[in-house]
């Protein structure tokens, strides 16, 4: 029995490791689990927007090992061979989604490029070769003033008003 305590315990390590590691990017280029979070939530998105109650909705992502793909310092990830993207659910009447595609390029949770077909119960509801919004401003730090300086944080202001009101109520008989 305190075999198993220690076994157990080491095998889902063992697994959780291993989990970690199959989520990182493929030779610097695209992170296969941030293509996968990115097509889930982009590809919800647009089929909501296109009407369909999606009830839930799964990706995968395996990226190309070969792509020499680089990883930029604003999130954006870019591969010329991409990842192969697999998503599965279904809507909320229980008909099969599915998006099945290619990524080229992951922008930082914000959309995802490549050439992507949705399907529901097997007819194409949508292709697209973008999901999500490419042209918004990312999120993450501001660049480097010309001058080469760091970048000073913004001075914000925190005004609290507090207003005190009685309400005075005539007791209902």
């Given at each position: 029995?305190?075999?198993?305590?220690?076994v157990v315990p080491i095998g889902a390590c063992g697994i959780a490791v291993a989990s970690l590691a199959g989520c990182q990017p493929a030779a610097g280029g695209l992170d296969s689990a941030a293509v996968a979070v990115t097509t889930d939530r982009t590809a919800t998105a647009t089929l909501e927007r296109l009407t369909f109650d999606v009830a839930w909705l799964s990706c995968t992502a395996k990226a190309d090992p070969?792509?020499?793909?680089?990883?930029a310092a604003s999130g954006e990830?870019?591969?010329a061979g991409g990842a192969a993207v697999d998503c599965r659910g279904e809507?909320?009447?229980?008909q099969d989604i599915t998006v099945k595609g290619r990524v080229t390029d992951e922008r930082a949770g914000r959309c995802v490029r490549g050439d992507m077909t949705a399907r529901i119960d097997r007819k194409i509801v949508f292709q697209a070769t973008m999901l999500g919004d490419c042209s918004a401003v990312p999120t993450t730090t501001p660049p480097r003033p010309s001058d080469g300086s760091r970048p000073r944080p913004a001075v914000t202001e925190t005004v609290t008003v507090t207003e005190t009101v009685t309400v005075t109520a005539v007791p209902a008989k």
């Open positions: 029995m305190s075999v198993l305590r220690i070969a792509t020499g793909a680089s990883k990830s870019k591969a809507t909320g009447s229980g």
